[in-house]
């Protein structure tokens, strides 16, 4: 059997396991653990802290071995990362399933993140309410998996990352469950590139979500989300001219919104009212926005960042509003030519970036009002002081 490669944080490698007195070396990262190991090798560590596991796939002819590993009994062990890597084997992809079985940890772990498993199901582990006090998961490219976990049956469960699941298609894999699906202490939510996931659950209790590379349909379902948000990213919506009705509506905590790769969006949103909270603002490669009018009522705004922004004629003099800024940047805006004469209200601007930006030429005499700008930059452009 080819060997796999196996970190973990707070063991040494395995013919350097202990020092001498007799204690893991906290300092021995996974880079430094051998490369090519018997992963039933691992029986007999004493592994503490976080497990990473690469090369899965090289675990072919035995999935014995995996099991004697004998990760449920090592209970120092709060972090576990198996990774396989691609492969076309169908042989190695239909062992996948009896290895992750095989993986079982102990029923203490805290964090767990699968990379490019090939199986068709998760282990059973995950599905069950085995791992009740598991706090954070991701699932990172597990192509053929129809199903998540029963994520109702992770009553610790604070943060989920959901990434190239292809196949997915539900939250709620119970198909007794009547009404709509409630994670109810879940934080932080993370979708990218998971086109069947088209309906959220219910969050009561979510402070971070960040919906990337998926259908528009999810977007109607986050109008539903009420506080407490805080953060609140969009990105790769890539036929979204313009936002669901609500989906900012009653965001009153949020306090930052990032908005990338929606090619053609044209405005980001009328309901500027709810977003008095408002601190950060990202708008990123979405030029087929031609105005920023909705930046006028963002009073609470700290740091606004534009870029791509190609369709982007002029900044609105309405910004002279935004009193609370204090950092700005533009960048590769083509058709920006100059700052709005509203900028010289902004006494509590610190930082100034203009990237990029061709045909910005005119550097206004009105900076000296800035008294607390730090720091200016200007970078590929032709400037003149005026």
């Given at each position: 059997?080819?060997?796999?490669?196996?970190?973990?944080?707070?063991?040494?490698?395995?013919?350097?396991?202990?020092?001498?007195?007799g204690?893991?070396?906290?300092?021995?990262d996974?880079?430094?653990?051998?490369?090519?190991?018997n992963?039933?090798?691992?029986?007999?560590?004493?592994?503490?802290?976080?497990?990473?596991?690469?090369?899965?796939?090289?675990?072919?002819?035995?999935?014995g071995?995996?099991?004697?590993?004998?990760?449920?009994?090592?209970?120092?062990?709060?972090?576990?990362?198996?990774?396989?890597?691609?492969?076309?084997?169908?042989?190695?992809r239909?062992?996948?399933?009896?290895?992750?079985?095989?993986?079982?940890?102990n029923s203490?772990?805290?964090?767990?993140a699968?990379?490019?498993?090939?199986?068709?199901?998760?282990p059973?582990?995950?599905?069950?309410?085995?791992?009740?006090?598991?706090?954070?998961?991701?699932?990172?490219?597990?192509?053929?998996?129809v199903?998540?976990?029963?994520?109702e049956?992770?009553?610790?469960?604070?943060?989920?990352?959901?990434?190239?699941?292809?196949?997915?298609?539900?939250?709620?894999?119970?198909?007794?469950?009547?009404?709509r699906?409630?994670?109810?202490?879940?934080?932080?939510?993370?979708?990218?590139d998971?086109?069947?996931?088209?309906?959220?659950?219910?969050?009561?209790?979510?402070?971070?979500?960040?919906?990337?590379?998926c259908?528009?349909?999810?977007?109607?379902?986050?109008?539903?989300?009420?506080?407490?948000?805080?953060?609140?990213?969009?990105s790769?919506?890539?036929?979204?001219?313009?936002?669901p009705?609500?989906?900012?509506?009653?965001?009153?905590?949020?306090?930052?919104?990032?908005?990338?790769?929606?090619?053609?969006?044209?405005?980001?949103?009328?309901?500027?009212?709810?977003?008095?909270?408002?601190?950060?603002?990202?708008i990123?490669n979405?030029?087929?926005?031609?105005?920023l009018?909705?930046?006028?009522?963002?009073?609470?705004l700290?740091?606004?960042?534009?870029?791509?922004?190609?369709?982007?004629?002029?900044?609105?003099?309405?910004?002279?509003?935004?009193?609370?800024?204090?950092?700005?940047?533009?960048?590769?805006?083509?058709?920006?030519?100059?700052?709005?004469?509203?900028?010289?209200?902004l006494?509590?601007?610190?930082?100034?970036?203009?990237?990029?930006?061709?045909?910005?030429?005119?550097?206004?005499?009105?900076?000296?009002?800035?008294v607390e700008?730090?720091?200016m930059?200007?970078?590929?452009?032709?400037?003149?002081t005026?």
């Open positions: 059997m080819q060997g796999c490669a196996v970190g973990s944080k707070g063991s040494r490698k395995l013919t350097e396991l202990q020092d001498k007195e204690e893991p070396d906290p300092l021995m996974s880079r430094r653990i051998c490369s090519t190991m992963i039933a090798e691992l029986q007999n560590l004493d592994l503490r802290g976080e497990l990473k596991m690469k090369n899965l796939e090289n675990v072919r002819s035995n999935v071995s995996a099991k004697d590993a004998n990760l449920k009994d090592k209970r120092h062990i709060q972090s576990l990362n198996p990774i396989w890597n691609d492969c076309d084997d169908v042989t190695i239909e062992n996948a399933d009896g290895i992750a079985e095989c993986l079982q940890p203490k772990l805290k964090k767990l699968i990379e490019n498993y090939m199986g068709s199901k998760l059973s582990w995950l599905i069950n309410s085995y791992l009740a006090n598991l706090v954070e998961l991701s699932l990172f490219r597990c192509h053929r998996c199903q998540l976990p029963s994520l049956k992770l009553p610790s469960l604070q943060t989920l990352a959901i990434d190239e699941m292809n196949a997915t298609m539900y939250f709620c894999n119970d198909s007794e469950q009547k009404g699906f409630i994670l109810p202490y879940l934080k932080k939510l993370k979708v990218d998971t086109p069947g996931l088209i309906n959220l659950p219910d969050l009561p209790s979510i402070e971070s979500l960040e919906l990337e590379f259908k528009e349909e999810i977007l109607i379902s986050a109008t539903k989300i009420t506080p407490p948000l805080k953060n609140f990213v969009i790769g919506f890539v036929k979204l001219t313009s936002f009705q609500g989906l900012l509506r009653n965001k009153t905590h949020l306090l930052s919104l990032e908005i990338s790769n929606c090619h053609k969006l044209e405005s980001f949103s009328h309901e500027r009212k709810s977003l008095s909270s408002l601190q950060s603002l990202c990123t979405c030029p087929e926005i031609k105005s009018s909705e930046l006028e009522g963002l009073k609470s700290m740091s606004l960042g534009i870029d791509r922004c190609d369709c982007l004629l002029s900044l609105p003099e309405g910004l002279k509003a935004l009193k609370s800024l204090e950092h700005w940047s533009i960048s590769n805006c083509e058709n920006i030519a100059a700052l709005p004469a509203a900028m010289q209200h006494t509590g601007l610190h930082t100034l970036h203009v990237w990029s930006c061709p045909n910005f030429v005119t550097l206004p005499g009105w900076l000296g009002n800035l700008l730090r720091e930059e200007f970078g590929i452009a032709r400037i003149y005026v």
